[in-house]
């Protein structure tokens, strides 16, 4: 399934992948007005957050040979 994915990801542009990240963040706006709850996070842990899950890809996208 995963070299499935990765075929068809292959096939997106940077526009599409603009696009994707535009929906990831109107959908990030959404949840914060359906659960306020989630704004009362402390900035630290959102950031140990945002760390976590860049990782890999950072990695991957420019320290993998």
Known sequence: MIKMLNEKI???TV????LVKMSALFFGII???L?????????PVLIIIVLACGAKPLYK????K
């Open 31 to 33: 949840m914060a007005k």
């Open 35 to 43: 659960f306020p709850a989630l704004l009362d996070i402390s900035y």
């Open 61 to 64: 996208t420019w320290f993998q």
């Open 15 to 18: 526009v599409d992948i603009g």
């Open 10 to 12: 292959k096939k997106m």
